[in-house]
């Protein structure tokens, strides 16, 4: 089945050290998003890709990046994570050029702890 | 400024009652579109539906439908005959031109058996 996929399902790492979360689609769908979660809030955007087109929110920290090297993959980098930064992240993909009619089409997420 | 307020925090029913969370918005756009997802406690966001604001027609789908009324600025979802399966949150949201979507906080819904 077509679908989006996030590796690994849960993360652990320490104070500071850079990881990385994956997420891959089957869908070829032109838009990915990254999304935070923190627990019993709602997803809150952190930046998309349209194609090879990287937008970033206004208020997503310096210390996240995102990375698209094809259609098919998008990974987030947390380059010094602190303990604020422990949620659960989602990835979505959407077809066309992301505008508002798009339906989003969501991972099953990575949980990030941060020790 | 886009808000979505999902006033009800938890919401708990004993299976077969009907249930009906409730989604209010705020916009500027006249052009817009509502959605609801659900999140199982499996983590995934599962789209329900999507209304465009220029279709007040309600939906029914199953045992779920949604009251869409732009005089009130809501898009309510009833859950009929409600079963231990729907407990999960869910998610209203509002998308205006442009890429962002925001999400309400979500309302939790407990269906005891």
């Known amino acids: 089945d077509a679908m989006v996929i996030q590796n690994p399902r849960y993360q652990v790492t320490q104070f500071g050290k850079p990881v990385t979360l994956s997420c891959s689609q089957t869908?070829?769908?032109?838009?990915m998003y990254w999304y935070q979660q923190k627990s019993s809030q709602a997803p809150k955007l952190l930046f998309h890709?349209?194609?090879?087109?990287?937008?970033n929110e206004a208020d997503t920290p310096d210390n996240f990046q995102s990375r698209r090297p094809n259609t098919s993959f998008c990974f987030l980098d947390i380059r010094s994570p602190g303990l604020g930064d422990a949620a659960m992240y989602l990835c979505?993909?959407?077809?066309?050029?992301?505008?508002?009619?798009?339906?989003?089409?969501f991972g099953p997420g990575t949980r990030l702890t941060v020790l | 400024a886009q808000k979505v307020t999902q006033a009800q925090t938890e919401i708990s029913v004993v299976e077969k009652e009907d249930v009906t969370l409730d989604c209010v918005y705020e916009?500027?756009?006249?052009?817009?579109?509502l959605f609801w997802y659900k999140q199982p406690p499996s983590g995934e966001l599962v789209f329900l539906i999507r209304?465009?604001?220029?279709?007040?027609q309600n939906e029914i789908s199953g045992r779920y439908s949604w009251n869409f009324q732009k005089s009130t600025s809501s898009f309510n979802f009833t859950i009929t005959a409600s079963q231990v399966v729907d407990s999960a949150v869910y998610f209203c949201?509002?998308?205006?031109?442009?890429?962002?979507?925001?999400f309400g906080a979500g309302t939790r819904l407990f269906v005891k058996a």
């Open positions: 979505a993909t959407s077809e066309g050029q992301g505008g508002p009619t798009d339906t989003q089409y």
């Open positions: 869908l070829n769908h032109n838009v």
């Open positions: 890709y349209y194609d090879k087109d990287f937008n």
């Open positions: 916009t500027r756009d006249t052009t817009y579109y």
């Open positions: 209304r465009n604001s220029f279709d007040e």
């Open positions: 949201a509002l998308s205006e031109a442009g890429f962002k979507t925001i």
